[in-house]
T-cell receptor, first 114, second 112 residues
Framework: QKEVEQDPGPLSVPEGAIVSLNCTYS??????FMWYRQYSRKGPELLMY????GNKEDGRFTAQVDKSSKYISLFIRDSQPSDSATYLC??????????????FGKGTKLSVKP | DTEVTQTPKHLVMGMTNKKSLKCEQH?????MYWYKQKAKKPPELMFV???????INESVPSRFSPECPNSSLLNLHLHALQPEDSALYLC???????????FGPGTRLLVL
C-alpha cells in the first residue's frame, strides 16, 4: 500500500461547481498536510497547509483533515476555469517536511469548463 | 521578494554535454531542495541543502552534482546525462528544513 493515495482523475466540472479533491494516507505519524496547485509546465504553488485535524478556509478554498480516518480534502467553491490545474496533496510528520521528506500524492488533474 | 527563480526555463542537451541549472531565492531561506518531476508524476526529492551543507542525497546518480555557493543560490551541474533524465527539474526553498517549501517554476530539460 502506498503511503499516500490520490485519484489522478481527470476530473471535469462546469464553472461554478463545488470541487472536492481527496487523499488518503496510511502513516499515522503524519501531522502536517499541504495542498499544492500545479499549472501545466509550471512549478507547484503552495495553496494551503493544515496541522492535525480540522478545517482551514482561505477564500474559495477549504482544507479539511480527518486524522481518525486518515483522509484529507480540499474543497473549491464557485470553481473557475483558472482553477484548472493539477492538485497535489503532500504530508509529513513534521511542519514542511523534516529534511525535505514531503510525501506527495500523485496529483489530481482538474478541468473547469466555462 | 517572495519567489524562487530558476534558469534556464528550458534546456536541450546532448549526452556528452556539461550544463548547469541555477536556482535563486532572496527570502532568507536556509534550506534549498532539488526535485525531479516526470510527466504526470509527483515531484521526487533529489537533494536537500540545509545551511549550505548537503544534508540529503536520495541516491542520485553522480552525473547530477549539486552545489550551494551561498545561502541564496543553488546549482545543479549536469554531465553525461541519459535520455531518461529528461524531466522538469524543480528547486524549492524553506526557512529551515522543517518549514513549508516554496517551489520555483522549474527547468524543463530534454536530453537527446
Amino acid at each position: 500500500q502506498k503511503e499516500v493515495e490520490q485519484d489522478p482523475g481527470p476530473l471535469s466540472v462546469p464553472e461554478g461547481a463545488i470541487v472536492s479533491l481527496n487523499c488518503t494516507y496510511s502513516n499515522s505519524a503524519f501531522q502536517y498536510f499541504m495542498w499544492y496547485r500545479q499549472y501545466s509546465r509550471k512549478g507547484p504553488e503552495l495553496l494551503m497547509y493544515t496541522y492535525s485535524s480540522g478545517n482551514k478556509e482561505d477564500g474559495r478554498f477549504t482544507a479539511q483533515v480527518d486524522k481518525s480516518s486518515k483522509y484529507i480534502s480540499l474543497f473549491i467553491r464557485d470553481s473557475q476555469p483558472s482553477d484548472s490545474a493539477t492538485y497535489l496533496c503532500a504530508m509529513s510528520p513534521y511542519y514542511g517536511g523534516s529534511q525535505g521528506n514531503l510525501i506527495f500524492g500523485k496529483g489530481t488533474k482538474l478541468s473547469v469548463k466555462p | 521578494d517572495t519567489e524562487v527563480t530558476q534558469t534556464p526555463k528550458h534546456l536541450v542537451m546532448g549526452m556528452t554535454n556539461k550544463k548547469s541549472l541555477k536556482c535563486e531565492q532572496h527570502m532568507g531561506h536556509r534550506a534549498m531542495y532539488w526535485y525531479k518531476q516526470k510527466a504526470k508524476k509527483p515531484p521526487e526529492l533529489m537533494f536537500v541543502y540545509s545551511y549550505e551543507k548537503l544534508s540529503i542525497n536520495e541516491s542520485v546518480p553522480s552525473r547530477f552534482s549539486p552545489e550551494c555557493p551561498n545561502s541564496s543560490l543553488l546549482n545543479l551541474h549536469l554531465h553525461a546525462l541519459q535520455p531518461e533524465d529528461s524531466a522538469l527539474y524543480l528547486c524549492a526553498s524553506s526557512l529551515t528544513h522543517q518549514e513549508t517549501q516554496y517551489f520555483g517554476p522549474g527547468t524543463r530539460l530534454l536530453v537527446l
